[in-house]
């Protein structure tokens, strides 16, 4: 029997050693704290990164809350009054660099005072400008993680992101996503302290894969042109978490604390109407792979 | 009697009205025109300015599309299966200078076979700053204009103005408001033609009092402070319109044309944790005055 204290600590480690990591690849960023208190129950501390060498703003947010459930909730998943808690990690680096990609990091752990829990999370990336062998290298990471524990996982989760990381008004998803996970609870074949095991290797593989495209990609020459297309794709990371998605929509709805809900903006972005870019380009090449089912591991063989 | 066509057909002549006294009073920026079709029938004319002298980015649509009407409106509106006929004219104009606000403006008008019709529309502003002389001549245009028709639409449309445009997650409106009305419909003291009327004297009114705005305020100074800052009104122009707009939300969900909708964005953008504008600034006196219920005609006599 897992217990929430332990989880929420455990996440909380991660938060830390995540946060020393990025400041370690960073070079000259470090990450401030704002701890808080929630006033129906629990808190969280966010902590918030800008003006790195690397990093230009990115948000390392954990959080422990607690209380009644929220009548959203309770609706929603079509169950009595009960207490809730959640606990869980949640991270966006924004990169001053085009060249580097964007990241999004996600692990959560929620259960109710009738017995209901799950765990969720995951990782996608969102270059600016895709590189299939960027793309090859951080599927087949999550791969090697996801087969360490369910042979079924990659596959499952990563289609999951593509689903879940899209725009439909656009017709692109937001990147070229990675693994998702929802409401994953023990069964004949996982085991709560397994899932729990998973959902913190995931934490752990983050700073790892995010400081190789740091290091990777952040001396790669740009110039006005790749920062002009970095705001026009840092627009359409605003109109996917603003407009579809559900953990953004369901804080702002349920009262949840802005500041840290909306850490996942871009210190800048842009909007063009109707901007095409052109045949052959390295803009166009990535338009046209922000499509779901790309076999990114084996893309190009 | 009203006739949709002489509807849509005098909304075009506004929306080619409204554009020629804009490039008038810009003096310097021209609308592109982008004509489009829908694939279920009608279609659109969108209009775009950018790199204007005073207009960095506006848009002014008109659309008149038709067809089965969307399971979404008949499942909203409880109506069985009919036809829809929808017209009218949008508007949102981004100002290159954070002295002058940004405005938008619409008009429309919505039919079903069964014979259910009504008007809606609108003129609200948003000034990167709040000056008290602009709210007050702005609110005295549109209550001059409503109390030429009915004493009870300037009260009432402003109220509706202040709880339609307000950011519940910051507990800010997204301006100073002005007008807001919908399923406008002919009653015992109000024909369909008196409504119509009214509806497109709004659309004549928005440019004179735009206009004002252009004339008045371009010229005053400004530097990057203000710069920054009306970066950051535009991430919350953003935030309502991608989060809280009924019409963005409606367009989106329903395949609408997706360029026509978000030319409502800003050219640019920006977002900083936690911002929190000093005591005594011009900044934090706007975001003082970003409340309901602020009887700007009257403020500060």
Redesign the interface.
């Known amino acids: 029997m897992l217990d929430k204290n332990t989880i929420s600590e455990d996440f909380k480690t991660i938060q830390g050693h995540i946060c020393k990591e990025l400041e370690m690849a960073d070079g000259k960023g470090s990450f401030l704290l ?1 701890p808080w208190d929630r006033a129906e129950g629990g808190g969280g501390l ?1 902590r ?1 990164m ?1 003006g790195g060498e690397i990093i230009a ?1 990115g ?1 390392v947010a954990f959080s422990a809350v607690h209380g009644p459930t929220p009548d959203k909730i309770l609706k929603k998943l079509k169950l009595e009054k009960s207490d809730f808690f959640a606990t869980g990690v949640s991270i966006v680096i924004h990169p001053l660099s085009p060249m580097v990609p964007i990241i999004h990091m996600n692990i959560r752990y929620f259960e109710m005072s009738n017995g209901v829990y799950w765990f969720g999370g995951g990782i996608d990336l969102t270059p600016h400008y895709v590189i299939p062998e960027d793309a090859a290298f951080f599927h087949q990471q999550l791969k090697a993680l996801c087969d360490g524990f369910n042979a079924d996982y990659y596959p499952k989760f990563k289609n999951w992101a593509d689903d879940y990381f899209y725009l ?3 017709k692109e998803t937001r990147g070229i996503g990675g693994i998702f996970f929802d409401r994953l609870t023990e069964t004949s074949d996982q085991s709560a302290e397994k899932i729990f095991q998973f959902v913190k290797e995931v934490g752990y593989l983050f700073p790892k894969v995010y400081a190789h495209f740091m290091k990777k990609n952040a001396t790669i020459p740009y110039g006005e042109a790749e920062r002009a297309w970095q ?1 026009l794709r840092r ?1 359409r990371y ?2 996917f978490n ?2 579809w998605d559900a953990g953004t ?1 369901f804080g ?1 709805d349920t ?2 604390r ?2 840290s ?3 996942s ?10 901007q095409q870019p052109i045949e052959g380009s390295a803009e166009k090449f990535t338009l046209d792979h922000l499509k779901k089912g790309i076999d990114w591991i084996n893309f190009g063989l």
């Open positions: 704002d966010t918030i800008t703003k948000g439909p008004h656009r705001a627009g605003v109109e603003l407009v929509k702002l009262n949840g802005t500041e809900i909306l850490m903006m871009p210190p800048q972005a842009a909007w063009q109407y109707n």
